[in-house]
């Protein structure tokens, strides 16, 4: 039976208050009508009130422009909110009580006499509900009016009191580009003190995020091994499958560098790479996150060039099937725009620790797959003992890697000798995951940024220095990309694996992303359609993806053969020594095995016609598959014969040719 004790991470613990209520506070929401409010933030104060977590004395403001009543204003909360809700079960008298403790202020932020008004309806939550004086601001609106409410509320009277505190939380993005991050703290801070102001990053409220810190810092075996010593290099993968769905206006101007790598992403690499803290204290953490991001090596413009990748996505079919339009005729975004919704990165940690270890970001909207991972690579085994084995040409490096999203899990993979009388290298994983050793209710993500932050607990919250920090890091290659327009765009079709020159990125280097193959994505190639599960299991840790872009000679005749190749989008000419196209292969078939089967060079060249995802099988794991699994190698045999008329009886050829490859 799985451990079931709650372990929560955040520092709660430290006044002795995880799983209580949070203290009594009257909550302000500006900008209470829009989707933030509405899809995140009212669905994490239900769940909190469900978990037994709000403050009992508990009230809350809802600012915005409509002019609505309050009694209007609860009903559309109560509408929303069967909408959004993530629990399984809607709970009507937790509900109730919640929603009777909303109000609602109608009023511009420039306008002083608002924030006058809110004084005194906040003075009336306070005696209605005893709050005790306390308030939390929650800034829900768009970026360009953080600093003004900031102001306004400080102008009336709202951000010290005698009695209890005031806090304010900010939302992303915190800034446009350095030089407005460093405008926005100077204007934050002339009116709050740092210890008052919360900036979220969501992804820090993340379970699987935080869990990082328990990973690395709570288990004995692993942090030996965090080191430039042992690791080889590491990859973060945030891919979205969505595009920019009705945020063209606001994405348009930011692009995802901005979006999603300068924070969320950055958040990530200081867990993954700070060196331990020496306590769970907020600034204990934040001082590790801090000296770590200082630490990233600054690009300078010809590293720009060099080590990162940016893209567009064009038209295309998502994963489920449906037509998409390219990211030119999104809603609100300019059709000459060279914004970028795709970018992969190499980053450097320059300090002791990391010296050397290539680090690669990638991200990207309309993407085929929904995923967020963290791989840690290590360094190979010595090859030495087996350098004399037959069947084993060369060790997998063992891979360590973290499913933040929406598979959320831990997996380790190494090699294991395969059963059988002789000495044979299988790749294998050991996996924990979440759902089978935890039970939880589904969250919002900010319900743990909302309870620390009545807390008075900063440390999921970004402080002035690490935002300003990650603007450093991101800010040349923004001034990189602003005076080069990429020339390519768009690169990618909407529901592809991304550019081709991200998959070059990293394979410059000898190495390859890691891709997560699901079942749904092996099924796309028919020969795997019928294959059984523990089969489709050993593919998904063996095929590698790769892209090839138009024109491309993926084969070329005469070669040796040393891996096969399944098509999943595009399409590719066989050519044959005379020049002339042989046939043209589509989606879901397969190529390259020839050789592999006969030891012979490739009997044709293959060219992408058009851009390619395929799924690569090396000599080594193709020989395993064909050993392990007869009928997958009578199908390639029978293939083979049809295409290639070799004209060999099938059972027979299958035993030799599968005694030779052993061989
Ligand atoms: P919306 O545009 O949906 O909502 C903005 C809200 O602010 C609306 O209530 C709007 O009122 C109000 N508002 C805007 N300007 C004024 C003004 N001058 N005076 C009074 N009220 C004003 O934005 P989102 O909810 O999507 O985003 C809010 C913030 O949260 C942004 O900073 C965004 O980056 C961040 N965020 C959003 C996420 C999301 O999933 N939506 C995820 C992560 C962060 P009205 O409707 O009456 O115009
Ligand atoms: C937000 C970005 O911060 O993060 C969005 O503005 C992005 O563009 C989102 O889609 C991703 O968050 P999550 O939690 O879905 O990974």
């Known amino acids: 039976m799985p451990d079931r004790t709650p372990i929560t991470l955040t520092t709660g613990q430290e006044a002795g208050l995880t799983e209580q209520p949070a203290p009594p506070c009257a909550m302000v929401i500006f900008g209470a009508s829009g989707d933030l409010t509405r899809r995140l933030l009212v669905p994490a104060l239900y769940n909190l009130a469900c978990d037994r977590l709000l403050p009992r004395r508990f009230g809350v403001v809802g600012l915005a422009l409509d002019e609505l009543s309050t009694e209007r204003f609860r009903d559309k909360l109560s509408s929303d909110i069967r909408q959004y809700s993530?629990?399984?079960?809607?709970?009507?008298?937790?509900?109730?009580?919640?929603?009777?403790?909303?109000?609602?202020?109608?009023?511009?932020?420039?306008?002083?006499?608002?924030?006058?008004?809110?004084?005194?309806?906040?003075?009336?939550?306070?005696?209605?509900?005893?709050?005790?004086?306390?308030?939390?601001?929650?800034?829900?609106?768009?970026?360009?009016?953080?600093?003004?409410?900031?102001?306004?509320?400080?102008?009336?009277?709202?951000?010290?009191?005698?009695?209890?505190?005031?806090?304010?939380?900010?939302?992303?993005?915190?800034?446009?580009?350095?030089?407005?991050?460093?405008?926005?703290?100077?204007?934050?801070?002339?009116?709050?003190?740092?210890?008052?102001?919360?900036?979220?990053?969501?992804?820090?409220?993340?379970?699987?995020?935080?869990?990082?810190?328990?990973?690395?810092?709570?288990?004995?075996?692993?942090?030996?091994?965090?080191?430039?010593?042992?690791?080889?290099?590491?990859?973060m993968t945030v891919a979205e499958v969505v595009g920019v769905e009705g945020r063209g206006r606001y994405y348009d101007r930011a692009g995802v560098l901005r979006d999603v790598v300068q924070n969320h992403m950055f958040q990530m690499l200081a867990y993954l790479c700070m060196e331990p803290p020496t306590s769970f204290r907020p600034d204990a953490i934040r001082n590790e996150k801090a000296k770590?991001?200082?630490?990233?090596?600054?690009?300078?413009?010809?590293?720009?060039?060099?080590?990162?990748?940016?893209?567009?996505?064009?038209?295309?079919?998502?994963?489920?099937?449906?037509?998409?339009?390219?990211?030119?005729?999104?809603?609100?975004?300019?059709?000459?725009?060279?914004?970028?919704?795709?970018?992969?990165?190499?980053?450097?940690?320059?300090?002791?620790?990391?010296?050397?270890?290539?680090?690669?970001?990638?991200?990207?909207?309309?993407?085929?797959?929904?995923?967020?991972?963290?791989?840690?690579?290590?360094?190979?085994?010595?090859?030495?003992?087996?350098?004399?084995?037959?069947?084993?040409?060369?060790?997998?490096?063992?891979?360590?890697?973290?499913?933040?999203?929406?598979?959320?899990?831990?997996?380790?993979?190494?090699?294991?000798?395969?059963?059988?009388?002789?000495?044979?290298l299988q790749k294998v994983n050991m996996r924990f995951d979440y759902r089978e050793a935890f039970e939880a209710a589904r969250a919002t993500g900010y319900e743990v940024m909302l309870y620390n932050c009545m807390l008075g607990d900063q440390m999921l919250f970004s402080r002035s220095d690490l935002v300003e920090t990650a603007w450093r890091i991101a800010q040349p290659i923004l001034d990189v990309w602003a005076a080069s327009p990429p020339g390519d765009f768009p690169n990618y079709p909407a529901g592809s694996w991304g550019p081709k020159a991200a998959f070059d990125l990293i394979e410059r280097d000898g190495r390859k992303w890691l891709e997560v193959v699901n079942r749904g994505v092996i099924e796309t190639v028919p020969l795997f359609q019928e294959c059984d599960e523990i089969f489709q299991h050993k593919l998904a840790l063996v095929l590698k993806p790769v892209v090839a872009a138009a024109d491309e000679l993926i084969i070329r005749k005469g070669d040796r053969g040393n891996e096969m190749y399944f098509l999943v989008r595009g399409a590719v000419d066989v050519v044959g020594g005379d020049g002339r196209v042989i046939t043209t292969l589509g989606p879901g078939s397969f190529f390259g095995e020839t050789s592999l089967l006969l030891s012979e060079p490739r009997n044709a060249s293959i060219r992408a016609t058009t851009y390619c995802e395929l799924f690569v099988l090396d000599k080594a794991d193709f020989n395993r598959v064909l050993r392990d699994h007869p009928q997958f190698a009578r199908s390639i045999l029978d293939a083979c014969r049809r295409r290639y008329r070799v004209t060999v009886d099938p059972d027979q050829a299958f035993d030799r040719q599968v005694r030779l490859l052993i061989e």
């Open 86 to 235: 993530t629990r399984k079960q809607f709970d009507e008298a937790v509900w109730d009580d919640l929603v009777r403790r909303f109000h609602y202020l109608a009023g511009r932020f420039d306008d002083p006499a608002v924030f006058d008004r809110l004084r005194g309806l906040l003075a009336r939550l306070d005696a209605e509900w005893q709050t005790d004086g306390n308030v939390l601001y929650y800034c829900a609106t768009p970026p360009e009016v953080f600093g003004l409410i900031a102001e306004q509320i400080d102008r009336a009277g709202g951000t010290r009191s005698e009695r209890g505190w005031r806090r304010i939380i900010v939302e992303k993005p915190f800034g446009h580009d350095l030089v407005s991050a460093v405008e926005l703290n100077r204007r934050l801070l002339r009116h709050w003190t740092e210890a008052q102001v919360y900036r979220i990053d969501h992804y820090l409220g993340k379970e699987t995020i935080q869990n990082l810190l328990a990973f690395r810092f709570s288990n004995g075996i692993f942090e030996p091994l965090w080191n430039k010593s042992h690791v080889d290099h590491i990859q």
């Open 292 to 424: 770590v991001l200082e630490a990233v090596r600054i690009m300078r413009p010809e590293d720009v060039t060099s080590h990162t990748v940016r893209g567009q996505y064009g038209p295309g079919r998502r994963a489920n099937g449906v037509d998409a339009v390219g990211y030119l005729k999104e809603r609100g975004v300019d059709p000459n725009s060279q914004t970028e919704t795709f970018t992969a990165l190499k980053l450097f940690v320059d300090d002791w620790r990391w010296e050397g270890v290539p680090i690669y970001l990638r991200s990207g909207k309309a993407l085929w797959r929904r995923g967020t991972e963290i791989l840690i690579q290590f360094k190979k085994a010595p090859e030495v003992i087996f350098r004399e084995l037959p069947g084993i040409p060369w060790l997998d490096s063992n891979q360590l890697v973290f499913h933040i999203q929406p598979d959320q899990g831990i997996e380790l993979r190494f090699q294991a000798k395969t059963p059988g009388p002789s000495m044979q």
